[in-house]
Structures are given as structure tokens and as C-alpha cells.
């Protein structure tokens, strides 16, 4: 069965220029890359261009009540933007929320101890913070509606303490040893509110003091003039079990994927590495998705049910973003070899592509 060694973050992610790679079960001091030497082609290029090449995002996935959503942050540096996108699990209506936040070149923090991550845009506030320390994590926004959109509010809080969170850190080639990515992941069960109102202020949906499961994502990268990828993230409970798990390939991906890669899954406080996987879907985005792999670990089919789709066209950049809100069927081993058998699991899977 696959395994992938985890060891004990060191305090800086990068050393004498050169990034220290692997997977971790505790953090290092921040997720701070600068530094690398001679990142691209092999030449040493002043800091000040290598730094332009770093690229953040932040990814909050949530379940509360009906409702599946995600929080999506973007820093590069030019062009940043935020967006609230949620799901009602039970009527497949969807809500999109996006805020372009303008040059903001510390909109994503590097600390893990202790750190927030803020927007108050008008009418879209965000806010993402966790203290280590205090033993938190805590997730607000409040977004204003329109004719189409309900206002909606949200607060939610969990505890690092927690017997079922898990926490942990990866660095691997992007994809050569000279560049590198590296990403944090913290699942936790959450507690906390949810309303949505009608633009003339009447109540749709109310979920006060509710239990649900948050997974957070962070990720900075030495990113290539074009880059693309996919994933699949989902959180919840099934068969008694609480678990989180985010599988992905991208354009970024190590040359030795069996060494270096992000995929985990979280099940009751522990967890087990993932090996590389084949995402497909030969049929279009809107049809079902394969996830694979060669070890046996992951068989997985996740079904669409909404898309939400965006593009941004400016003089220097060009994305493409999928979001696919959709269930989850299929079978994942765990590091001791128990099944996980997904039905009808809520998840979301992303599309992305960068040119930039």
C-alpha cells in the first residue's frame, strides 16, 4: 500500500535558497518561499522578479445546514479577487458572491500561528482567521443580495483541539527542485450561524447554531507563465466517521508525484497520504468525473449537479475558473487499509487555468 514519509516541519521552508521538500504533521514558522535561488531557467534573477512569479490563494470549504459552500481568495498581485459560491444540497440552487479587490500585495497572510486574512470590500465583507494559541479558527462574511441573490451571513468557529482535527503541511517541487509549492491544510469540525434574507428583508433560510465541517487550504507557488489544474475537495460525516480530503493534479506537480505531492485524507483526527491521481472527464465538465490511481487507494466517480463558471480577459492575464458543486461515490483506503465508501457525498471539484 502506498506511503509517503512524513516527517517534522522545519521553521523556514526555505534554507541557503534551497526549499526543504516533503510532508509534514506539524508547521513551520509561515508559508513564506522567497528566497529560493535561481528559481527559473537556472539564472539568478534579482529577488524582485522572482517574487512577482509567487502567486497565493486561500480556499475555505464548508458544510452548514442545506448548504455546501466555499470561500475562494486569489492574490496575484495584479489582479485579486475574492468569491462566496454556496449550494443548497436539497434544491440545487446556487449563489455566487465575487469581489475584484484590486494591487493588495499582502492579502493573503504568510504566519500559521496566528494570522487573518480580511476583505471589506462595500457590500462583501470576509474575514478568515485562526490563532493557534487560543486554540481557534473562525470563518465570518456578510454579502449583500440583490433581486436575484439573497443577502447572506455567516459566522463559524472550530478548535484545533479537537479530537477529529488534523492538520498538515506539504512542500514539493513546482515541478522541478528548483521551484517550489508549498500548501497547509486544516480540517475541523465548525460550529455556528447561517442566514440568508430576501432583498425586501424577509427571512429565506435560517440555520442558528449549527454543526458542520470546515477544511482550510492554503497554498503559495512559484507559478509558470501558464498554469492549469483540477481538484476535488469534500468534508462531512458518513458511516460515524468525519472526514475531509482534497485530491488534485496540476501543471505545478512534482517530476516524482510518488515523493512529492498534496493529496490527504482526514478521517477522526488522523491522517493518510494519498498517491498521485488521474482525474478525467472525457464527456465534458458536466459529466461525471473519474478519480483514480495506480495503488488501488481511490476509486471515485463525483457527479455534477451546478456549475459556476468565470473568466478574466485583461491586457496581461487570462483565467478560466471552474467551480462544480456535485456528489461523491466511490471507495478510499485509509493508511490501514479500512474502506471508505462514499454515497451521494457532497463535494466540489475545480477547474482552473492561468495565463499570466
Given amino acids: 500500500m502506498y506511503k509517503r514519509e512524513i516527517k517534522k516541519a522545519p521553521k523556514k521552508i526555505i534554507q541557503n535558497g534551497r526549499p526543504i521538500f516533503g510532508t509534514f504533521d506539524s508547521l513551520p514558522d509561515s508559508l513564506d518561499i522567497h528566497g529560493v535561488r535561481a528559481p527559473f531557467i537556472g539564472i539568478p534573477l534579482p529577488p ?39 449550494w443548497n444540497k436539497k434544491n440545487n440552487c446556487k449563489y455566487v458572491y465575487r469581489i475584484f479587490l484590486g494591487l493588495r500585495l499582502h492579502l493573503i497572510p504568510k504566519k500559521l500561528e ?65 521551484r517550489c509549492s508549498a500548501s497547509w491544510y486544516s480540517f475541523a469540525p465548525i460550529s455556528g450561524r447561517m442566514s440568508l434574507t430576501l432583498k425586501n428583508g424577509d ?31 469534500a468534508c462531512g460525516e458518513i458511516d460515524g466517521k468525519q472526514i475531509g480530503f482534497r485530491l488534485s493534479t496540476t501543471s505545478l506537480d512534482a517530476v516524482d508525484q510518488d515523493t512529492y505531492n498534496d493529496n490527504v485524507i482526514f478521517a477522526d483526527g488522523k491522517m493518510t497520504t494519498l498517491p498521485p491521481v488521474d482525474i478525467t472527464h472525457y464527456l465534458g465538465l458536466a459529466q461525471s468525473w473519474v478519480i483514480q490511481d495506480v495503488e488501488s487507494m481511490i ?58
Fill in 203 to 233: 427571512l429565506l433560510e435560517s440555520f442558528p447554531e449549527n454543526k458542520g465541517f470546515g477544511f482550510l487550504f492554503e497554498n503559495r507557488s512559484y507559478y509558470k507563465f501558464i498554469t492549469k489544474g483540477e481538484n476535488l475537495t
Fill in 114 to 178: 496566528k494570522a487573518v486574512c480580511v476583505s471589506t470590500a462595500k457590500m462583501r465583507y470576509i474575514r478568515i482567521g485562526w490563532n493557534h494559541t487560543q486554540d481557534r479558527i473562525s470563518v465570518k462574511f456578510k454579502v449583500r443580495g440583490d433581486s436575484i441573490r439573497p443577502s447572506v451571513e455567516l459566522a463559524l468557529g472550530g478548535k484545533f483541539s479537537n479530537p477529529v482535527s488534523c492538520e498538515c503541511f506539504s512542500v514539493k517541487p513546482a515541478p522541478t527542485m528548483r
Fill in 48 to 86: 524582485v522578479f522572482t517574487r512577482l512569479r509567487i502567486r497565493s490563494r486561500m480556499i475555505y470549504t464548508f458544510t452548514i445546514g442545506d448548504y455546501l459552500g466555499s470561500i475562494d481568495i486569489f492574490d496575484n498581485k495584479i489582479v485579486n479577487m475574492a468569491e462566496v459560491s454556496l
Fill in 299 to 356: 476509486d471515485l466517480t463525483f457527479t455534477p449537479k451546478n456549475i459556476i463558471s468565470r473568466s478574466v480577459n485583461l491586457i496581461a492575464i487570462n483565467s478560466t475558473y471552474y467551480t462544480v458543486f456535485g456528489t461523491i461515490d466511490g471507495i478510499i483506503l485509509d493508511s490501514e487499509g479500512n474502506k471508505i465508501v462514499l454515497k451521494d457525498f457532497p463535494g466540489i471539484a475545480k477547474r482552473s487555468k492561468l495565463r499570466l
